[in-house]
Each structure stands twice: as C-alpha cells, then as structure tokens.
C-alpha cells in the first residue's frame, strides 16, 4: 500500500534543501539580557521582551499569590463559567490604560485576531488590509469570508485609490493595518491612514502587537503615540511582549467589545486565559502606570544601538522602533551570519524569504530594557568582529 504520508517527507526535505528548515533552539532559563540556549550561555537579540517583564519579580509574585486564591485554569469558556473577576479587572484595567471605552481579554494575540475580523465582516463585506499584515491578519480575514483588497505596505495614497475603486461593491468596509511591522519596525501612517478610512465610511482596527508596552506615553501603544483617542475603532493588542506574559486584548468602541462577548468565536469556543497569566499582566499594567522608567530605558537602549551599529557601517533598514534589522541581502550570508554570532556568544536570528522578500535577508536585533550598556556593548562587539570577517563592514 501507498505511503499517504509519504509526501510530507518531501516537503520536509525540499525545506532543508532551500535552507527554509526551522531548526528550533531550546532555552533553559528564564527569559532575560543573557539565555541559556542548546547548553551554551549567550546574549539575547531574539526575544519580543520589550521590557524585561518575562521574569520580573512583582509580575511572579502577582502570579504566585493568584494561583493560591484561584488556582490555576479558568475550566471553562468565558462565556460559561471561565470568567473570574481577575478577567473582569484585567479587561477594565486594559481600557483604561488604552484609554479606550472597553476592553476583552483572550487567549492570545493570534485568537484576538481571529475573533474581531470575522465579528465584523463577512460575504457581503470587504477587509482592506496593508500587504504586509501579520499572519493573523491574513487568517481572520480569510475566516470572516470578507473580499480581501490589499493596499501597498504603508502606503495611504494607494489604500485612498483601492477605497475608491472598490469601496461602493461592499456593504461594510474594514481598514486594517499592523501598527509596527515586525521584521523591518516601521510604523504604521496612521493618522493618514483614518484621515482616508473616516471619508470611505469604513471601521479602522490597527494590530499594536509590537507596540503595546513600546509606543507611545508610557507605552499605552499606537493611538496614544499619534494621539488618535476615539479614532481607532478596534485595537487587537497582545500580553506575550512588552508584557512578557501571554494572552491577547481587544481594545475600543464599547459596542464592538459588546458584540465579541456575544459574537467573537475564541471567546466563546476556547478557554480563558489562566489564572497566573491574568493575574501577571494586572501587575504590569500596575508597572507601566506607576513609572515610564522601563519604557524610557528600551527607547535609550534602542537609540544608542542603533547609532553605534551605523557607526560601524552597518543598514538597519527603516526601522524607527527597538526592532533593528541588521540588513545582509544574500539569504545564505544571513545564515552564516547568525552562526557566527550565535558562536561568538550571541543569539540573533536571521530573518529570510517567505517571511521577508528574496534578497532582503537580515538578522533581527530586538532591544530590550533588561539590556545594560555593556551588553550592548558586548554585542556591538561581536557585530563589528563578524561583520568584518565576513566583509560586510570594512
Ligand atoms: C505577535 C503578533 C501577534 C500574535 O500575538 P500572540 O499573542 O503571540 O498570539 C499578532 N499580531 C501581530 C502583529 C504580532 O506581531
């Protein structure tokens, strides 16, 4: 008899073939500046932990104290018996922090995603969305059965000319962009972007995944960074970077939050977060309220990073954000890059095709607040060393 799973060990081999196989890495400690991963003790550049919160002492003394009132798991859906009145506080507290009119907390970014664009759209009904939207994006959309119409990565003019020419076949329109792209850390034209979305009668919804915790006053994210309060209808947001925890949030227009209690399928088909992870991000939203402190130190890090990594010769692309692409071009050279670093004693990853286009290969740099100066120090070092065996510097 034939083999029917024959054809995922060729998939499997044309993967290694291209050099697109994930050979995932293995960490045994806590999130921080330095990891141990594979058994050797390096510098982390990978880690989307804006803040240092992964392994912050009053975010596991929050989630230690909880476990013992609550223990552990929700046991149900929200909808059913899942919601705690650590969920309800944690949904009240995120409002008020974005300063939005409500608030609903799920599983994850990625189930936020998932939840909001097929509440708010669908066969009758048109998403148009930045090309280069997260996955997330891309599978919400298709789920919600909406026409998807893309517009050029961060560009208004074009989103204005697709509006144009296709708004009038839809009933409802949805406008959705990534708030900062995370392989190149540009940020989105927002206030360009609702200038062009409020005259097509379209809603506006902005994914601040890498911009919670990083942007704006305190790190209260996109809007407040462009001062667009009231503007943004739908915000989807995530509590597994700056937070250093894990779940995610929608943020906005109180009808909409409503209408998720009663429409949004993770949040009435998947279970809740979990007692420790709610009770942790409650602790950093206390955090980010009391002091800028942390927020101050990632852009501090982040600035003299980036001008030291210039200094040497070094792109970093168009990043205006802590996420520095160290642009390399040739996918192989991005490989031996990374291997070198990671030999070196530090951890960078390198980025390639499909996640970026052909020929822009990179390593990706993530600052972070728990980075003192002489890490970066360090690092920078070991990028000048590499970067001139390899002849990408002179
Ligand atoms: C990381 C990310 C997500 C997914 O968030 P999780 O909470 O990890 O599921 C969604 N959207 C964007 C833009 C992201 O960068």
Known sequence: MADKLAWIGEELQALRDAGLYNHIRTLGSPQGAWLQVDGQRVLNFC??????????PRLLAAAEEAMRKYGLGPAAVRSIAGTMDLHVELDK???????????????????????????????????????????????????S???????????PADLQRVL??????????????????SMDGDVAPLPEIYAVTSKADAILMVDDAHGEGVLGKGGRGIVDHFDLHGKVDVEVGTFSKAFGVVGGVVAGNARIVEWLRQRGRPFLFSSA??????AACLAAVDLLEESNELVERLWANTEFFKKEMQALGFD???????????????????????????????????????????????????????????????????????????????
Request: glycine fraction near 8%.
């Open 273 to 278: 977060m979990t007692v420790p992870d709610v």
């Open 47 to 56: 880690s989307n932990n804006y803040l240092g919160l992964a392994n912050h």
């Open 164 to 181: 144009a020419e296709r708004r009038g076949e839809f009933r409802r329109a949805l406008v959705v962009t990534d708030g900062v792209f």
């Open 316 to 394: 970093t692309g168009k990043s205006v954000t802590p996420i520095t692409p160290v642009m390399l071009g040739d996918e192989q050279l991005a490989q031996k890059f990374s291997k070198a670093m990671f030999e070196a004693g530090v951890f960078a990853m390198a980025i390639a095709f499909p996640t970026v286009p052909r020929g822009t290969a990179r390593l990706r740099v993530m600052i972070s607040a728990a980075h003192s100066t002489s890490d970066l120090e360090h690092g920078l070092q070991a990028f000048a060393d590499v970067g001139r065996k390899l002849g990408v510097i002179s």
């Open 145 to 155: 059965g909406a026409t998807i119409v893309r517009y050029k990565h961060c560009d």
């Open 93 to 143: 507290r995120m409002a008020a922090f974005k300063g939005v009119e409500a608030a609903i907390t799920l599983q994850s970014g990625f189930t936020a995603n998932l939840a909001v664009l097929p509440a708010l759209v669908d066969k009758e009904d048109a998403i148009f969305s930045d090309e280069l939207n997260h996955a997330s994006i891309i599978d919400g959309s298709r789920l």
